[in-house]
């Protein structure tokens, strides 16, 4: 996934070319504020700017590559323009920072995503003539994380981390690495972030932690846990919507379920990464729940949450998964009936439990398996989807549709995407749509 945003023109300016998660979407955020702050203006493109701050992702080895091709790209500009500097933050930042300014790609700082307080600072000491370098775990910015902000690159949904950092290492996976220990922001500070937001006109709040059921939330009558903290975002004057992610499957608890399902505002909508369907491999990737564990906990969600929409992650080819493990997962993504399913090839990411695993499956294989089940993943969205038709949802109207004036797109509160028709409405609207016809990405109304 990448988002530009896009900056407007000034004395120095900047622009930030974001990749990844969510996360790094409000980091971005984050750093145009700071950036802002310290007298920088935004620039249109990234040619046109005189700083370009890509924030990076490392989940998988495509994520980097896609940067590191990207970057070489603009290196030609530096021998144009002596003033154009260009830095990284974000996870690669993290995990190779001091390794990039060292390069051959002619990367003039780094700055990792604990650090972005600093990251004014460390422009200014590349004006000064010096490459720099934030990447260490011993800067406190407990004060920059609590720090509040609106959402300034949309109008109408706000990303509110919650906690950050991740204490589960599964076994394949990189964030506990580049993102740190599980922290929580206090319960203040996110309902005060809620209510600025509100009074900015945002209607939905996505909230993100890697595992938002590990969330506590200190307060001065003692600690909320995350079930607690919906309860008073529920209360937050002009939010129409709240959703989260992401549910680690181990962690899930019955009062959340029960929360979902009665606070009005908080969509039904759950996202509880599979990762795989062979209870051999669960335990391997250090998941901490097998398969029978799993569907209990879907069932309980379905019961308990009317209309509710489950998502889910997925892996194939981790590091000795077998033809039937292969068909485990399969068999799951069929009879589990995710509504929508992010699938990915197993990514090898050194420093992880799994790296050190000989990789016997070939790429090729990989992406066979892959493709035979986002197939099947299809099929079972599309009939989900279908079974919507002649339904009336409610959706949250965003944005016009570019493609065919008149037409409006927004959110049903299960997360799907629906088109249809303005008929007066505007983006920021909440409005009812009667489904007319759907294909397994789109609803049409
Ligand atoms: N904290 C979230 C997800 C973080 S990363 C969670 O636990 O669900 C998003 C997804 O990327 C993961 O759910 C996983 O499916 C995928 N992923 C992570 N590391 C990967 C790797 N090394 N190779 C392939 N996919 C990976
Ligand atoms: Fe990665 Fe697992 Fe943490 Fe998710 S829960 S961020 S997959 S280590
Ligand atoms: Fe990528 Fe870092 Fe998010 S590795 S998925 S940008 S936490």
Known sequence: MIRLLSLKSGLRSYYILTYGCQMNVYDTDRMAGLMEKSGYSQAGSPEDADILIFNTCSVRENAESRVLNKLAQYVHIKEKNKNFIIGVCGCMAKKDGRRLVGSGFSIDFA?????????????????????????????????????????????????????????????????????????????????????????AGIKELFLLGQNVNSYRGGHPGGEADFSDLLRHLNEVPGIERIRFTTSHPKDISLKLIEHVAGLEKVCEYIHLPLQSGSDRILALMNRKYSMARFRETVESIREKINDVAVTTDIIVGYPSETEDDFRLTLDAIRDLMFDTAYMF???????????????????????????????????????????????TLEVLAERENVKTPGQLMGRTRGNKMAVFPACGAVPGEIVRVAVKSANQATLYG
Request: with cysteine.
């Open 345 to 391: 090839a197993y990514s090898k990411r050194e420093g992880t439990a799994a790296a050190a695993t000989p990789e016997l499956i070939s790429p090729a294989e990989k992406s066979k398996r892959l493709s035979v089940l986002i197939e099947a993943q299809n099929s079972v969205s599309a009939m989900i989807n279908a079974s919507l038709v002649g339904k």
């Open 111 to 199: 700055v990792s995503p604990d650090n972005i307080a600093v990251l004014p600072s460390v422009i200014e000491e590349v004006y000064r003539g010096r490459k720099a370098v934030s990447v260490s775990d011993d800067t406190d910015d407990a004060g920059e994380f609590n720090a509040l902000r609106v959402s300034s690159s949309d109008s109408i949904r706000s990303y509110i981390p919650v906690m950050k950092g991740c204490d589960n290492y599964c076994s394949y996976c990189v964030v506990p690495y580049v993102r740190g220990r599980e922290v929580s922001r206090s319960l203040e500070s996110v309902l005060a972030e809620a209510r600025m937001n509100a009074e």
